[in-house]
Every structure is written in C-alpha cells, then in structure tokens.
C-alpha cells in the first residue's frame, strides 16, 4: 500500500452521474479516499453509512471524502440513491481496479479493491494510509485521528 | 472544534440509561434497526447491567434520530426503557401517529413529550451518544463493549464466553 510521504497517483474517474472527477481536481484541499470493495455489501453499506452520518464533522475539519470500488457508474448511482449517500463514488471500473492497483491495495484474490483509506494533503503528498482486514472497517474515529495528527504536525 | 477523535466508551455516568444487575455492558444502538431489535431479545434475558447509547445511523434508517428522541423524550418523563422495549419490540409502527398512541398508553403527557423529542436539548444528548461511539470506533450496530472490548453485531458465541469470564 501507498506510504505516507509518496506523491499520490493522480487518477481520472467518472463519477455515479458520469462526470469525470481527477484527483488534481482536490488540489489545495485534504481529500480522503475511501477503497472499498463492493457497491451494496453489508460491510460496505454499514462503513460508508457511518462515514456519511459525520460527513459534515468531517468536512468542518477539512476533509473531502470519495469512494472508490470497481462497481461502474450506473451501480454507484443506484447505491447512493438506495442508501441515501452524498460521498461521491468513482467508477475504477475500466481498465478494471487500476486506480487500486496504483495505490497498492488492490486485491487479486477477489477481483476487487481492498477497503483502504489514503489521506492526500493540499500538496498532493499521502499524508496517512490505512489496509483494513477485509471484513474490518475502520471506524470513523481513525480519520479524525489522521486529521488531528496533520494539525499537530 | 468538538472532538471526534479515539477515545475509550466513557464509564456509565449518571446521564446514562442503566438497567440491571450483573456485570456491565454497554450497548450502542440504534432503534429501527432489526439487528438492534434482535440483540435486545437476547441482552434482556441476560443477568447484567445494560448501558444503552444511542448510534443513530440515518442513511439506513431513516427514523433512526426521531426515535432516539422519542425514547430521551419518553425518559424526561421517567419511561425511557418503556418506550425503548416498546420501539425494540415492534419495529413496523414507527411513524409520528404510532409514537403519539406509544405515548398515551404509557400515560405521558403527550403536549411535553411533543415538546421535548423535537427540543435541542434531547437531540444533543443523542448527538453525545453518537459522538462517544464514533470516538470508541463503533462501525455497526448492534454493538456491545464489555469491560473495555467491543462486540460489534449481534450477541453470539464469543460475546457469551466473554460474559461468561467476565461473571
């Protein structure tokens, strides 16, 4: 997985309503990317439905959050509306995974992303990276920590 | 800035919902969800002291919040736990009109229990809930701390044998 240090892979996906989102378009801001698995999961929907409950927590401290698995876009959008998310999600569908594999956490395995987080700093540097175990998610409280030690440092 | 950063549960206080006797687990929940629902069925039967704190989660439960207020409204009135069983234990009447009837048969006064589930401070002390299983790490609910140790789903084999050393 990516370190803390390493430039983040600039990438280029389309969104859950096609719209292609770059991560230079963040550029200036501290943007947290969230690798997940699968669009509908039960680990997934209950990681990204706790991180949407303190979306506004985390954007008052200065964070942007996007997901990213390999579900395509017309999936991310039946996903977002079913459960009500806002967190943009980014289709790494075609060719399938390749942003996870820039980031080192793809999962051959299972043919899909690993559940991840990687925070990107103003300056596009990896400020924090996270691998969880497939069917742990990381709760909400390791991002707030990564953003405070960012105000400390 | 209000903090949402690690932090342990903090101990049962006296602003907390406490049940029982036994040892102490501390439950976080959330009151439309079926799995929440499922855990109180077995929590109830169970000889300890239950903390309850609420983990309203509103992206898959829409009523998550409402009855979490509902339940602190009820409890300004000293029924807390009669309206948290009655939420648990019937979980396809959850609408205002069903909350009004809820409240008329546990003999609330239903002007201040109105009042009180849309006032500020009952949706911060939900919020406070909230906040302290997010900084414990709760990512699911039910989820059941035993001395220090999250449980997270519903209660099985290893939360018993945990209970089951820790009694």
């Avoid at chain 1, 892979?9 to 292609?20: A, E, I, K, M």
């Avoid at chain 1, 401290?61 to 459960?83: E, I, N, R, T």
């Avoid at chain 2, 102490?24 to 002291?49: R, S």
């Avoid at chain 2, 989660?57 to 998550?64: C, E, F, L, N, Y």
Wanted: hydrophobic share 40%; aromatic share 8%.
């Amino acid at each position: 997985m990516i370190e803390p240090g390493s430039p983040a892979p600039d990438f280029t996906l389309p969104d859950q309503d096609g719209n292609r989102v770059s991560l230079a378009d963040f550029k200036g801001q501290t943007v947290v990317i969230v690798f997940y698995p699968a669009d509908f999961s039960p680990v997934c929907t209950d990681q990204l439905s706790v991180y949407q409950e303190v979306l506004p927590q985390l954007e008052e401290q200065g964070a942007k959050l996007v997901g990213v698995s390999v579900d395509g876009a017309f999936c991310h959008k039946a996903f977002q509306q079913h459960q009500g998310f806002s967190i943009p999600l980014l289709a790494d569908f075609h060719p399938k995974g390749e942003v996870a594999k820039a980031y080192g956490v793809w999962s051959e395995d299972h043919g899909v992303s690993g559940r991840a987080l990687v925070m990107v700093g103003p300056d596009g540097v990896v400020t924090w990276s996270y691998l969880s175990p497939p069917l742990e998610i990381p709760g909400a409280n390791l991002i707030f920590d990564a953003l405070e030690q960012r105000t400390a440092a | 800035m209000t903090r949402w950063s690690s932090a342990p549960p903090p101990d049962p206080g006296p602003a907390d919902h406490t049940r029982g006797q036994g040892p102490v687990v501390i439950e976080y929940a959330d009151l439309e969800c079926p799995y929440c629902a499922k855990a109180h069925l077995i929590l109830k039967e169970l000889p300890i002291t239950r903390v309850f704190r609420h983990f309203p989660v509103t992206s898959k439960h829409p009523r998550a919040r409402v009855l979490a207020a509902a339940a602190e409204a009820a409890g300004l009135q000293g029924k807390f736990w009669e309206m948290h069983d009655s939420l648990l234990e019937d979980q396809g009447h959850l609408d205002d009109p069903h909350l009004w009837e809820r409240a008329e048969r546990m003999g609330l006064d239903l002007d201040r229990f109105e009042a009180d589930r849309r006032s500020q401070e009952v949706a911060d002390r939900v919020e406070a809930d909230f906040r302290s299983g997010i900084r414990a790490g709760v990512t699911t609910t039910p989820t059941q701390f035993l001395a220090g140790t999250p449980h997270p789903g519903v209660p099985g084999a290893s939360f018993g044998s945990a209970l089951r050393s820790a009694t």
